[in-house]
């Protein structure tokens, strides 16, 4: 491991001055649960680290009257169902508690997990990718069996996001604050985990002068209920090989207002616009479900090696409906 320079600023002005000082060379440090193995893997060399766990201010969950913000170091064990202005937001603390293990979770923070980079062996094993920075993608005739089925034919690289809170967030309407020296931004998930196409090297927008600083989420309609289902090799220590998550409300029987999103299938959570289309205004019945669920992925492509991510997302997608009405179908 390369020697860096260890910062604890006391305020997020001193913070971000030390960032505009590093000249793109400063790393954030949240629970360090990724980017010390970034730096061991030589995916990250920054010759200054800016630790932002002293920084109250960005740290905890707070209610307001339009929703709720969350501080980006708090950590995952934190958006727990006990925690009163998040339990509007059932998909994102079953998805927290989803992540890796408790160790894990009582380390990692959310800011951190939304900046984490793909879990592709071929990118963490030091191979010329195109997200190190070179101009090829060695797992599209390799090891494919966790590579995207959605969207891919748009993407250069073929790694799915990692991230389950994310996924979560995407049900509802989820913004990133994002603040440097010079001002502030507020940029909607989507677009937040979507850089430019020829920006291939990069996984967020975030400029090497800004600081995730808090996640803010707008109350969701009355009535909406949620919930993220997670399908991984084993319960816990495993990324999702496809989940879903759903914010739904039910009136008598009728779907009034419905939001999905997939993750492990493609570069971001995938918004499943198709099945949300297919059931919107209409009644739910488990046969109007199933094939919602498979009108989305019906745009799916596969590699030789990730097939069988078609029907657990299929799966997934079906679960989190019924698991978010209650299972009153
Ligand atoms: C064994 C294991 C299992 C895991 N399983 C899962 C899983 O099942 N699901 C899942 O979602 N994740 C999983 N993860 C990933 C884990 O959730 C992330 O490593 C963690 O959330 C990152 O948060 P952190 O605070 O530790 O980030 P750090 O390691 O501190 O930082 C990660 C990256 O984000 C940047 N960063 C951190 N905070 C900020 C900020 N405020 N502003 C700007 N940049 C910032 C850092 O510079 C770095 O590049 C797993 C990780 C491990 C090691
Ligand atoms: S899928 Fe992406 S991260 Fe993996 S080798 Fe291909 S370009 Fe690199």
Redesign the pocket.
């Known amino acids: 491991m390369k020697p860096f320079k260890l910062l604890t600023p006391e305020s997020l002005t001193q913070a971000l001055a030390m960032f505009w000082g590093s000249e793109g060379k400063a ?12 730096i061991r893997t030589s995916l ?1 060399d ?1 010759g200054v ?1 800016i630790d ?1 766990k002293s920084l109250k201010r ?1 740290r905890g969950v707070r209610s307001s009257r339009s929703g709720v913000a969350i501080g ?2 708090t ?2 064990s934190e958006l727990s169902p006990q925690c009163r202005p998040l339990q509007p937001f059932a998909a994102l603390t079953q ?1 927290a508690a ?4 408790p160790q ?2 009582n ?11 793909p ?1 592709c062996l071929y990118l963490r094993s030091g191979f010329d990718c195109w997200k190190s920075g070179g101009t090829q993608c060695p797992a599209r005739h390799g090891e494919s069996s966790g590579l995207a089925i959605l969207g891919a034919e748009r993407t250069s690289c073929l790694a799915v996001h ?5 996924v979560a967030l995407s049900v509802f309407d989820t913004r990133v604050k ?1 603040v440097s020296a010079s001002g502030s931004r507020l940029v909607p998930l989507a677009q937040f985990l979507a850089p430019h196409e020829s920006d291939a090297g990069r996984d967020t927008v ?1 400029r090497s002068d ?4 808090e996640v803010r989420i707008a109350s969701p309609r009355p009535g909406t209920r949620s919930a993220y289902v ?1 399908v ?1 090799d084993r319960a ?5 090989l496809a989940s879903a998550a759903a914010a739904c409300v039910m009136d008598r029987g009728m779907l009034r207002h419905v939001r999905l999103a997939l993750g492990g299938v493609a570069g971001a959570p995938w918004r499943a616009r198709v099945a949300e289309e297919a059931l919107q205004g209409r009644k739910l019945t488990p046969a109007r479900l199933e094939s919602a669920a498979r009108a989305e992925l019906a745009a799916a492509r596969h590699l030789e090696r990730n097939g069988y991510k078609v029907d657990l997302a299929i799966g997934a997608l079906q679960e989190a409906v019924e698991r978010a009405v209650g299972g009153r179908l």
Not at 107 to 117: S, Y
Not at 210 to 213: A, D, K, N
Not at 236 to 240: E, L, R
């Open positions: 790393a954030a440090l949240g629970g360090g649960t990724e980017l010390l193995n970034l990250s920054p680290i932002l960005l980006a170091t950590q995952l998805a989803a992540v890796g293990t894990i979770r380390r990692a923070t959310l800011g951190g997990n939304l900046c984490q980079r879990r990692p991230s389950d809170p994310a994002l975030l800004e600081l995730v600083t997670k991984a816990a220590f495993s990324f999702a």
